[in-house]
């Protein structure tokens, strides 16, 4: 079974350029999320979808972040402009939903932005 | 508002000994509180996955504890190994929201 899938796996860009990551979630896993992890610290919950829909966006910094899943398969993450605190490695998880206990994530490699 | 703590930040042990590292929270109406592993550069891989009625979970040379009441997971390593030497992360999804609030990982070091 392949995994989760991201791209790219590392990102250089300017302060207040823009920069996009892709993920693709395990076949038949219907919620995605997307996760920001800056050095030293766990995992933060951006952006959190259940098919095409958005279950939970309350820690996306919507005024330069935003992010679609328009045939509820892959994902598209963006920032613009971005700035140097958004310096992190962006993780992306799926699982087979999210209602029981029993449903587990599984994280992709992720994608490191470092901006300069 | 849950919070998840994980004690100690770094850990460094000989090959062979038998180690545990502790998660706590702050909020015991808890959903699922699962424990991953992180290699440097790489994504995170589940270890384990405690449904909120279970004592514990058991995978090999790990064991995984639960008590809801202290609001504590332990996870147990045995026989501990170099190839361990790993970010060890825990996660907790709260009822309600679902939402996983992870801690900021125990750095385990195994010396050969």
């Known amino acids: 079974e392949a995994g989760v899938a991201q791209s790219p796996r590392y990102k250089i860009i300017e302060k207040r350029q823009s920069v996009a990551f892709w993920c693709n979630p395990i076949?038949?896993?219907?919620?995605l999320y997307w996760y920001q992890q800056i050095l030293g610290q766990g995992p933060k919950l951006l952006i959190q979808?259940?098919?095409?829909?958005?279950?939970?966006d309350s820690q996306l910094p919507k005024d330069r972040f935003s992010a679609e899943r328009l045939k509820g398969v892959d994902s598209t993450l963006k920032i613009q402009p971005a700035k140097l605190e958004d310096s992190a490695v962006y993780l992306c998880?799926?699982?087979?939903?999210?209602?029981?206990?029993?449903?587990?994530?599984?994280f992709g490699p992720g994608t490191r932005l470092t901006v300069t | 508002k849950q919070e998840v703590t994980q004690i100690p930040a770094a850990l460094s042990v000989p090959e062979g000994e038998n180690l545990v590292l502790n998660c706590s929270f702050t909020?015991?109406?808890?959903?699922?509180l699962q424990w991953f592993r992180q290699d440097p550069g790489k994504g995170l891989t589940s270890l384990l996955l405690?449904?909120?009625?279970?004592r514990e979970q058991t995978s090999g040379r790990l064991n995984a504890s639960l008590d809801k009441s202290s609001g504590r997971s332990t996870l147990y390593i045995a026989a501990s190994q170099p190839g361990d030497s790993a970010t060890y992360l825990c996660?907790?999804?709260?009822?309600?929201?679902?939402?996983?609030?992870f801690g900021t990982g125990t750095r385990l070091k195994v010396l050969a």
């Open positions: 909020d015991s109406a808890i959903y699922n």
């Open positions: 998880a799926s699982s087979f939903g999210f209602r029981r206990q029993t449903y587990e994530q599984y």
């Open positions: 076949s038949g896993h219907a919620t």
């Open positions: 405690i449904q909120s009625s279970q």
């Open positions: 979808f259940q098919n095409n829909g958005v279950v939970d």
């Open positions: 996660a907790v999804s709260t009822s309600g929201t679902y939402k996983y609030i």
